[in-house]
């Protein structure tokens, strides 16, 4: 488990247009994304952080705001992003 107070954890399939989609937007709104420590998980290549994280779609993010867990499963985009992420 990872000892950060805060941190987001983006996992993508390289074959999913969603999470190419998603890694533009996260791009996008790379302020809020800097605002925490940022890792990208290929879930073919680490499937084992997949099943750590219990990942069964992609994209899905999932953040730590140093209280609590949220996760987001599918496609996120502008505020909807931003409102997951609490960057106002």
């Known amino acids: 488990m990872l000892s950060l107070l805060s941190f987001l954890l983006f996992f993508y399939d390289e074959s999913c247009a969603a999470c190419h989609r ?3 937007e996260l791009v996008r709104h790379r302020e809020c994304v800097q605002k925490q420590s940022f890792y990208a998980v290929d879930v073919r290549r680490q499937p084992e952080y997949a099943r750590q994280w ?4 992609t994209p899905t993010l999932i953040y730590f705001d140093g209280q609590s867990y949220h996760r987001a499963e599918g496609l996120m985009l502008g505020q909807d992003l931003r409102r997951f992420l609490r960057c106002y």
């Open 22 to 24: 998603q890694g533009e």
């Open 54 to 57: 219990r990942v069964y779609f």
